[in-house]
């Protein structure tokens, strides 16, 4: 059933919050300058009524983002792009607000928050498009933020995030997410949620990098306004989950016929198993390969507390590092040894990269030509990462039933977090054709049944 908006509203910062704010964008932002916005949903068992959504929980809702944005000013205002001189900079000026919209869905709630297969264009109706850019003769202001709540009446609620890319990763967006949950929550209260820190005094133009990259961004005229996203078509979205017993026994897998392989740890052991899945199911997914044909395997790493001096772990902005790259043979990934081929891959590109001994930033001028290396070729990704509880956000009606990220339709890569359960297993979601699902379902079950009995 067709979702209805209810009512299209601004919540600015409230009225004693600063007059004006302004970030410096740098290196670890313009790496994602013109990709597509980031989109995630958050489901609730909530079952109330219309009219109780609308006259208690909508009130206290924006209340309480109000009173958050307080504490995160750039993402009511502006990413602002100088067409004459100077640099891009994130601005938040009195009168900027964040987009969000209220609205009713008669779908199935059961179905959108189960782990089956589910037809991917179904979620986008639960998450708002950016505002429009606004346009003058020296610069392009662009809004970062918008939210959607959506009732279904006497079953829950969803929350529908889109945020620009450039001004947060997901460490900053998951944070603003958690306080939001918490003030609503606490009635106002900011004692329990971390802050912000906005200090860039120490990641600002690192050996050059500020220049190199705004540089490119204007010889390639990178737009700043992201295209509006399509829902997919044939597209589905599936939940698996691994248990922390089987991720200890990968490793122990690994590390006996590998015994000098680098850097295996969970995130290694579960890409590779990941990776290998993905091989084998790659004739289902119209993406045959031949045995010689080069796959990837890329990733991100969160650069807070590897840089000299770190950065506090609350710091807003993007702050991650290109991990480029673990790269096999499709007939190497799909071969019995698979999974030890692809955990040796993968632990040498992050000791290659995050380990190395000239830091983690040390290749990082070539970051983006890597990336463009591969532009044609099989590559796989992940978004997300093990240490994010998602499940944890509360805002005073419990814990999520479910977390979608659509981020990773038609993108080759998969969503990595915490599970609700309190047994330490992971979530991974997948999105594809339903025919692709199906035969990952069939190879992750399989190899975790017969290898790891």
């Not at 504490?71 to 990413?79: C, Q, R, S, T």
Request: with cysteine; aromatic share 12%.
């Amino acid at each position: 059933m067709a979702t209805t908006v209810l009512e299209l509203c601004q919540v600015p910062p409230p009225p004693d919050a600063a007059t004006e704010f302004s970030l410096p964008l740098v290196f670890f932002d313009m790496i994602w300058w013109d990709f597509h916005p980031s989109q995630s949903v958050l489901f609730f068992d909530f079952p109330i009524s219309k009219s109780h959504f609308l006259d208690a929980i909508v009130p206290n809702l924006k209340q309480s983002l109000s009173l958050t944005l307080e504490h995160f000013l750039p993402l009511a205002g502006k990413i602002i792009h100088p067409l004459i001189s100077g640099r891009p900079i994130s601005l938040y000026t009195v009168g900027d607000s964040v987009s969000l919209t209220i609205a009713e869905s008669g779908a199935d709630f059961n179905n959108l928050t189960g782990n089956h297969p589910r037809d991917s264009c179904e979620f986008y109706s639960y998450v708002p498009q950016l505002p429009p850019a606004t346009h003058s003769s020296n610069s392009i202001r662009v809004p970062v933020l918008a939210l959607q709540v959506t009732v279904f009446p006497d079953h829950g609620l969803c929350f529908g995030f889109t945020n620009h890319h450039a001004i947060g990763d997901a460490s900053t967006v998951v944070s603003f997410i958690e306080a939001w949950a918490s003030i609503n929550r606490f009635n106002g209260d900011t004692q329990y949620c971390s802050l912000p820190s906005f200090d860039r005094t120490n990641v600002q133009d690192l050996n050059g990098l500020d220049s190199i990259y705004w540089d490119q961004i204007l010889k390639d005229s990178s737009p700043l306004e992201p295209p509006p996203i399509n829902p997919p078509t044939n597209n589905f979205r599936a939940t698996f989950f691994l248990r922390e017993d089987d991720v200890q026994k990968l490793k122990k897998l690994v590390l006996a016929k590998r015994p000098s392989a680098a850097h295996v740890s969970s995130f290694t052991v579960i890409c590779a198993l990941v990776w290998v899945c993905f091989a084998k199911s790659a004739a289902s997914s119209g993406k045959a390969a031949a045995d010689d044909d080069v796959e990837y395997f890329t990733f991100v790493a969160d650069c807070r507390t590897r840089l000299n001096p770190p950065l506090p772990p609350t710091y807003f902005g993007n702050c991650v590092a290109l991990v480029l790259k673990a790269k096999l043979n499709h007939g190497e990934l799909k071969g019995n040894d698979g999974i030890l081929v692809a955990a040796e891959s993968l632990g040498q590109a992050i000791q290659k990269s995050v380990f190395n001994d000239k830091g983690i930033l040390h290749d990082a001028h070539n970051w983006t030509a890597q990336f463009e290396e591969m532009a044609g070729k099989q590559k796989f990704a992940v978004g997300g990462s093990p240490r994010f509880d998602i499940y944890g956000v509360d805002y005073g009606w419990g814990r999520p039933k479910k977390f979608e990220g659509l981020f990773i339709d038609d993108s080759g890569a998969i969503s990595l977090c915490k599970s609700r359960e309190a047994d330490g297993s992971l979530e991974i979601g997948l999105s594809g054709p339903k025919i692709y699902i199906d035969s990952f379902a069939t190879a992750i079950t399989e190899f975790l049944g017969n290898l790891l009995p």
